[in-house]
């Protein structure tokens, strides 16, 4: 029994060469690897969020329902608790639920799979063409003439939904028994660099999820379908089910390695693993009993203040993060006019690279000094405080609101006779290079050329529009002037502004677009604050995590870590991001039609969704705080490491070690 438990394989199967890779090192490289890959799958789809809306024409809270099946399956997770609290072969169950996790995240890639790829020939329409998009014809404006197929697929949405669910599955068992597998198997004063690794890992795997969607956004949905289109066009859409694939892929090939680590790793050290085999009690074997057993360890968990006070302040942070962090990507896109692909890689890397760095600096650092649990929760406050004022500064950070001349469904006299339609959102800049229009028509614009130009290094095909009325009026309301021709440079350093050209004269006409402006310093200045906080946030995480592990009995430990991941899925992963997507659709200005049914949201009031997003996150982070206070209050007695031994001690453990090797092969 004893060689069963320490030794690596599956069953009777144990070859002596592969006893070898029975050490922590190994499944301590290997978790960090599956951890950057369940990393991937979480800001992947953050990644490529705004592409799916776009796919299915969703709003941004109905996309959050989508995605919570991740979470409702990790919610009952927790039903299972008291025969998952006895399984002891944990390591091949995860790998088992991995696999599982690995075909939902397939299933994602389905609705795109089996759809009819010649609706992709050409661009992606999202909203129903009009007849006309100029005033030209007075004599009455033709309906809208419905030319693209309904792209509200309940049934794909369903797939998504299901894959998530699944996959849900998998990341329970992640979390749940690869943490304390691993503070089992390492001695108390080791723990800290080896969790450090492991959540280095994990912390690398957003950054590549991030790179991942940038990659996947870059390609053309159906590729070899895309035309002349390039990023950035109308009607361009990424490959957002590609990444789902891989990661998919990814995870089937490393998973199964997993499953052939022993029960307990074989060790001299002085390891939980060891002392709970030593004192391993008689099993509950009827269901009532294992009920028992874990309401007796609810109860303890209950009483245990340290971890109620912690678990509070995870739920509170999170909430506040993980919604913010869900459509931090959109919020690039929108309120900086990022393109979909460089949005979430933008934050991604710098956030990613300070918190690795924080979190082995801090490993480093606990393991040297061995702070006290006190210590280690003080600093926590410290840095609750400053994450809560670092998103406060965050609302003052801010681009120019793209506001729309003459209000959104508003008819102004200029557009008299013009008919123009309200559904169908075509965003027209005027050449004064400053005042947006709704559309052609709503800039009165009677006539339209196409214009191939540079730009970019490629050639382009441009609208422009003549001979526009209410271009006329609106730059005789602001005064404004002709600017230089931005549709046809490369790349703007500054805005356009007017009255640029030798000779100003008044505007007439517009161009297709969006008008030109420069957020660049506003958009550094927060993936400078981000950075900071991630740096800041990382240097507590092992700390944390330590004395969340050190306050429960080691027995109970696998017990409060799916407590844990329940409650979250429960109070911060299904509520957070249908919360944070309900504060971006109610700053929507401006929604897409298609066919008579509203789509995703085209503009938005980039003000109000700032400083909403941004408040919202620092309360969270103030009350997370709050209960911080909680955990260093009642922290006082929590050892994080062993205490120092006497030499008498280590003679009794060397020989005890020596012992225990006559039965390891």
């Not at 509070?312 to 896109?333: M, Q, R, V, W």
């Not at 404004?480 to 500054?494: D, N, Q, R, V």
């Not at 969704?609 to 709050?626: D, P, Q």
Request: with cysteine.
């Amino acid at each position: 029994m004893e060689k069963e438990t320490t030794t690596c394989g599956l069953f009777s199967w144990r070859p002596t060469w592969l006893q070898k890779l029975a050490r922590k090192e190994v499944y301590i490289l290997l978790y960090s690897l599956l951890g950057a890959v369940q990393g991937m799958g979480y800001t992947y789809l953050s990644s490529v969020l705004s592409t799916i809306e776009k796919q299915f024409g969703i709003k941004s809270q109905e996309a959050a329902w989508i995605f919570s099946g991740n979470e409702i399956s990790q919610i009952a997770f927790i039903l299972f608790l008291p025969f998952l609290r006895k399984i002891t072969k944990r390591t091949m169950w995860t790998s088992l639920a991995l696999l599982a996790s690995a075909f939902g995240l397939f299933l994602c890639a389905v609705p795109y799979l089996v759809r009819d790829k010649s609706q992709y020939e050409g661009g992606w329409k999202t909203q129903s063409i009009p007849t006309k998009d100029i005033c030209a014809d007075h004599s009455g404006r033709v309906e809208d003439q419905c030319k693209v197929e309904k792209i509200r697929d309940w049934g794909g949405m369903f797939l998504i939904f299901l894959g998530f669910f699944i996959s849900g599955i998998g990341t329970s068992f992640f979390y749940s028994f690869g943490v304390p597998y691993i503070d089992d198997n390492v001695s108390k004063n080791n723990s800290p660099m080896a969790l450090s690794v492991v959540m280095a890992g994990r912390t690398i795997g957003p950054a590549l999820g991030y790179v991942l969607g940038g990659a996947t956004l870059r390609m053309y949905v159906s590729p070899g379908r895309s035309g002349d289109l390039k990023e950035g066009d109308n009607g361009w859409l990424g490959a957002w089910w590609l990444g789902f694939i891989v990661i998919a892929v990814i995870t089937s090939v490393i998973a199964p390695f997993l499953a052939f680590f022993p029960e307990r790793l074989p060790t001299d050290d002085d390891t939980e693993a060891k002392r709970m085999e030593k004192s391993r009690k008689e099993e509950p074997k009827t269901a009532r009993d294992y009920v028992a057993d874990t309401v007796n360890c609810g109860k303890r968990l209950l009483k245990n203040k340290v971890y109620v006070f912690n678990s509070l302040s995870t739920i509170c942070f999170l909430f506040g993060f993980i919604g913010f962090a869900t459509f931090i990507p959109k919020y690039f896109e929108y309120h900086f006019r990022r393109n979909a692909s460089s949005s979430g890689r933008s934050g991604g890397l710098s956030k990613s690279l300070g918190s690795v760095v924080g979190i082995l600096l801090s490993g480093i650092v606990l393991t040297k000094f061995k702070f006290s649990a006190r210590t280690v929760s003080a600093w926590n406050v410290v840095i609750g405080f400053v994450g809560a004022a670092i998103f406060i500064a965050m609302s003052f950070v801010a681009c120019p609101k793209l506001d729309v001349y003459g209000g959104v469904g508003e008819v102004m006299s200029c557009q008299d006779n013009c008919g123009c339609s309200e559904s169908s959102f075509q965003p027209t800049c005027s050449m004064d290079g400053e005042t947006l229009f709704f559309s052609p028509c709503h800039a009165g614009c009677k006539e339209m050329e196409e214009e191939i130009v540079m730009k970019g290094g490629r050639k382009k095909i441009q609208k422009i529009y003549s001979d526009c009325s209410c271009v006329r009026e609106s730059s005789k309301a602001l005064n404004l002037t002709s600017a230089e021709p931005w549709w046809k440079e490369s790349e703007l350093k500054s805005p356009i502004s007017s009255g640029t050209l030798s000779d100003p004269i008044p505007p007439t006409g517009a161009v297709g677009g969006y008008c030109p402006f420069d957020c660049s310093k506003q958009f550094s200045i927060i993936i400078g604050l981000l950075s900071v906080m991630s740096l800041l946030g990382a240097t507590g995480r092992i700390g944390n995590q330590l004395v969340s592990l050190r306050a429960v009995d080691p027995e109970d430990k696998a017990a409060s870590i799916i407590i844990m991941v329940s409650l979250l899925s429960l109070f911060v992963f299904l509520p957070s991001p249908v919360i944070f997507g309900a504060i971006m659709d109610n700053a929507c200005m401006v929604w897409g039609e298609n066919c008579g049914e509203t789509t995703n949201c085209l503009l938005y009031d980039t003000d109000q969704m700032r400083n909403t997003l941004c408040y919202f996150v620092a309360v969270c982070v103030f009350l997370a705080t709050m209960a911080d206070i909680g955990v260093w209050w009642n922290c006082k007695d929590i050892q994080i490491f062993d205490p120092v031994k006497d030499e008498s001690e280590e003679d009794v453990e060397m020989k005890t070690g020596e012992k225990e090797k006559d039965f390891s092969p």
